[in-house]
């Protein structure tokens, strides 16, 4: 393959699939975290055990492949991925290699990039090891085989990511996606990436970077891994073919192995499941539970709300988000709702390091609060202290307003009393302001909102102002 940019990426994800029980036994996905409890026999890999594939995460994966746009298989065959390491205590990993579920498709970066899909195929994870210092320092590790089996899809990218940043953006999206079709638990689901990395000072000489949790670290590891190899081409030294850990600790990556290849793996065919077909009639079934996913909401939000695009794409990215919206402009200005839920809300989630669904919030709350707004009941000051207040616990905001007298003023002659009152006491400001000093003129007005508690209209005070100082 010709590259052209000076940075060639492609990922390797890790999905853990919302199931109650694991890919190939009964076992509970979660439950007890006491270490090497929520084990049997097949996810063991003990001898006569006969694995039995989970149907809800064959149906869950099979919809990422149907929103991606991917061609899939016409019928599931599974292969033993023959490697010898402590997270696999059966010396292999049921996956798919020869036929992978599904082959193309593409997920779309807002610069109208596609970043296309090699495959997407179905694994059962490893178990979980734990190291009591980092990975590259540590004596011994410890083993916890309750992740064992859990189920897993692989969404494999071409290598046509060119930045960290790229990559970050990519897998937000395909947050988005998988949050949309539920098949992902936000609050402990587990996603994990693999990176390819080259540049082409070293001729695209490919390094892999493994395991790498969370997109906050998956961007850190690609940061590293490229300046990496830059200062190596720039001493003149050969960047090795290898397979990389990342040190989240430490911040860095260390050499685990030179890279080895599929073939290495010595894939079979899995003896102990029967292949499974992928007919038209239950892809009808499982496209009709397909929702509207979040590119399609935002151009309808665009074209049917006519609000700000960049307000459309951000409401989209999150389902809860974009429902709580479209609950909302059932009664509310929809400009208004997209720049309060878009710019506020978002604010207020973010300040306090929260999302949506760490909160319990009513949309019945939400439109009082805009309604208030709206109507010029209360100042946008206020809207903002209230929905600071609502993140934290939910309440009336019409009961509250009229319990603590919140009511905006918009009496011309009260706010004209009110700054004649205010320039009286603040000869300095005045003398300022009439010399020139714009700022005065807004000291002057805030210190009205001050004396009114924020309730005063501002627009109304602004005009009263400049007449007594004119």
Not at 439 to 448: A, D, I, T
Request: proline letters at 4%.
């Amino acid at each position: 393959m010709k590259f052209k940019s000076d940075v060639v990426i492609g990922l390797e994800i890790h999905v853990e699939l919302d199931t109650n029980t694991k890919l190939f036994c009964g076992c509970r996905t979660s439950g007890n975290d006491k270490p090497n409890t929520r084990v049997c026999p097949i996810c063991l890999g003990h001898p006569g055990a006969r694995p039995v594939l989970n149907k809800k995460a064959l149906d869950y994966a099979i919809k990422l492949c149907l929103a991606t746009d991917s061609t899939l298989t016409p019928e599931v065959i599974f292969s033993r991925k023959s490697y010898f390491y402590p997270d696999m205590s059966k010396n292999f990993q049921i996956s798919q290699y020869e036929e992978p579920l599904s082959v193309g498709g593409a997920i779309e970066l807002e610069s109208g990039k596609k970043i296309n899909l090699t495959r997407i195929h179905i694994e059962e994870d490893p178990a979980s090891i734990t190291y009591p210092k980092s990975a590259k320092n540590s004596d011994y590790s410890l083993i916890d085989y309750n992740r064992s089996g859990n189920p897993l899809v692989e969404i494999v990218t071409e290598p046509e990511l060119t930045t960290p940043d790229e990559a970050r953006e990519f897998l937000n999206k395909l947050i988005s996606v998988l949050n949309y079709l539920k098949i992902f638990d936000m609050k402990s689901g587990i996603i994990k990436a693999d990176a390819n990395i080259s540049i082409k000072g070293s001729g695209y000489r490919r390094v892999e970077v493994k395991n790498i949790t969370g997109f906050k670290e998956i961007e850190r590891a690609l940061e590293y891994e490229l300046e990496r190899q830059k200062e190596l081409v720039k001493e003149g030294t050969e960047i090795v073919i290898e397979t990389r850990g990342w040190d989240a600790k430490d911040r860095e990556t260390y050499s685990l192995r030179k890279k080895e290849t599929e073939e290495g793996y010595g894939y079979i065919i899995e003896p102990d499941l029967v292949k499974i077909d992928v007919n038209e009639e239950l892809i009808g079934i499982l496209k009709k539970e397909i929702p509207e996913l979040a590119h399609k909401k935002a151009k309808r939000f665009i074209k049917e709300y006519k609000i700000d695009k960049v307000d459309a794409k951000v409401m989209a990215m999150e389902l809860e988000l974009g429902e709580l919206f479209e609950k909302v402009v059932k009664e509310i200005d929809p400009i208004l709702a997209g720049r309060w839920l878009r710019r506020e809300l978002l604010r207020v989630l973010n300040y306090n390091k929260k999302t949506l669904q760490d909160i319990k919030i009513d949309e019945s709350h939400i439109i009082e609060l805009l309604s208030l707004i709206e109507t010029k009941t209360i100042t946008e000051a206020t809207g903002k202290k209230l929905i600071e207040m609502l993140i934290d616990k939910p309440f009336s905001p019409k009961d509250y307003v009229e319990k603590n007298e919140l009511a905006q003023i918009t009496s011309e002659i009260e706010l004209e009393d009110i700054c004649k009152k205010i320039v009286s006491q603040n000869e300095k400001a005045v003398e300022d302001y009439k010399g020139g000093e714009e700022k005065s003129f807004n000291f002057l007005v805030g210190m009205v909102m001050r004396e009114t508690k924020g309730k005063a209209n501002p627009v109304i005070v602004k005009d009263a102002m400049k007449r007594i100082l004119s």
